[in-house]
């Protein structure tokens, strides 16, 4: 149980242009997701939390007009990362959390490359 | 702020040794402890949850917290290669709060 997936897992996208990534919760009900970004040999960095239904909730110094939250069902969310740029490029993981939970599962990860 | 410290590493240990991560935590009403695995361009995956003071096993792993002295440590009996990963500690300070989680230790398990 407790399965997590992303999609897609791995995206090239030219600068300037938007990109969604989607994470699903699978056998659970995800009240909470959250979004990471992870550059290489560096930590997880917290971009932002969301609750279904509501507005994401983001990190300082995260620009939420450039990073996209909506978490419109129980078992989706999605980043999209707007007018995307080669410093966007990076390893985005999401991670879910059942109500009720403090557990947190996380997706495979999406790769994005920004050229 | 809450703060969970890891040292980075790199840990090595040979193979069939006992490899040991520690974590220390700032904030003393935290609850929930979780032990992740990070392997070099994956994401997470859970490994072990604790929250009373104590061990706590799972086939090669053990977890031990003691929240007197705030930390937290994974053990991983007879280290095999398959171990060589990135180990994240992570530290729920009570409710549905989000998550803080440690920078990480690397282990090597050297064969």
């Known amino acids: 149980g407790a399965v997590v997936s992303q999609h897609p897992s791995w995206v090239i996208c030219k600068s300037g242009t938007s990109v969604k990534i989607e994470c699903r919760s699978l056998d659970f009900q995800a009240t909470t997701m959250f979004w990471y970004r992870q550059f290489p040999k560096q930590s997880l960095m917290l971009m932002a939390t969301s609750n279904e239904g509501s507005k994401a909730t983001y990190e300082q110094g995260v620009e939420k007009d450039k990073f996209l939250i909506n978490h419109a069902s129980l078992t989706l969310s999605t980043l999209t990362v707007t007018s995307a740029h080669p410093e966007d490029s990076s390893f985005y993981i999401c991670s879910a959390r059942a109500g009720g939970t403090d557990t947190q599962y996380f997706g495979p990860g999406t790769r994005l490359t920004v050229l | 702020q809450k703060e969970v410290e890891q040292n980075s590493g790199p840990l090595s240990v040979p193979e069939g040794a006992i490899a040991s991560l520690n974590c220390t935590y700032s904030d003393r009403v935290s609850q929930s402890f979780f032990w992740y695995r990070q392997y070099s361009g994956k994401s997470p995956e859970l490994i072990m949850s604790?929250?009373?003071?104590g061990d706590k096993e799972d086939g090669r792993f053990t977890a031990q917290l003691n929240k007197a002295s705030q930390y937290v440590s994974l053990l991983i009996r007879d280290s095999q290669p398959s171990d060589s990963a990135t180990y994240l500690c992570a530290v729920n300070s009570g409710g549905y709060q989000k998550v803080t989680f440690g920078i990480g230790t690397k282990l090597q398990v050297i064969p």
């Open positions: 604790i929250y009373s003071n």
